[in-house]
């Protein structure tokens, strides 16, 4: 079992709506990660966190605000969303994004459905 | 530009025979490779990793090859059994702090 938690595992929201996404690890783990993946599509990165700051932003829409409030946590907030961007939600954590040979470790995901 | 790929995007072996899972990957930068499984439904499930200082690295009833010189990797799965179903995603990182993931293979274990 994955020690990446993430809840809620189910999402459905409107697009006037503003919801959160949360992850959390006890890993000990100071890097940490969301993904965004399609179906029958690759994850794709999103947002890195490395020691609680932002580190990598890949061009995302400013309707998307990562958030990681201590080493443990990161949360994704989610307002004014399009369709388009129902997908499953993938957090990740791993001990250090700077070091390559850095296993990442992903969580069980969130599914998100945009109405 | 960076791109990792797979030769065969489905695959359907028998219960029992081995699994050969192919991966190319363009950049010759890139120095660590983890192959994840994915069953319906779920996360990415690391498998297994190799440092390009390797060129074969053995886990349980898994093995990943890997040639640099024409920049392949593989997995290969002993005695594959139903549970082994799923799409296994190759990835690559170096030189850079993401992870590249190719497009992914589906693995049909039939009974």
């Known amino acids: 079992d994955t020690e990446v938690t993430q809840t809620p595992k189910h999402l459905v929201m409107g697009m006037t709506n503003k919801k959160s996404l949360k992850c959390e690890q006890h890993m000990g783990h100071r890097a940490m990660y969301w993904y965004k993946q399609k179906a029958k599509k690759p994850p794709e990165l999103m947002f890195v966190y490395s020691y609680e700051k932002l580190s990598i932003n890949e061009s995302v829409p400013s309707r998307f605000s990562p958030e990681c409030p201590n080493s443990s946590l990161l949360n994704l907030h989610l307002h004014a969303l399009q369709p388009e961007d129902s997908a499953l939600y993938l957090c990740?954590?791993?001990?250090?994004?700077?070091?390559?040979?850095?296993?990442?470790?992903f969580g069980e995901g969130s599914w998100l459905t945009v109405v | 530009g960076e791109s990792v790929g797979l030769h065969l995007p489905t695959l359907s072996v028998q219960e029992g025979d081995n699994s050969i899972i192919n991966c190319a990957y363009s950049?010759?930068?890139?120095?660590?490779f983890i192959w994840y499984k994915q069953e319906s439904g779920k996360g990415p499930q690391f498998i297994i990793d190799i440092r390009s200082n390797m060129d074969k690295r053995q886990g349980q009833r898994v093995t990943v090859l890997l040639n640099k010189t024409v920049k392949h990797l593989s997995l290969q799965i002993a005695a594959t059994q139903p549970g082994d179903s799923a799409v296994y995603f190759c990835?690559?990182?170096?030189?850079?702090?993401?992870?590249?993931f190719g497009k992914g293979t589906k693995l049909t274990v039939n009974p």
């Open positions: 990835a690559e990182s170096g030189g850079s702090e993401k992870l590249v």
């Open positions: 990740a954590s791993s001990p250090s994004h700077r070091r390559s040979g850095n296993t990442i470790y």
């Open positions: 950049n010759s930068a890139s120095d660590y």
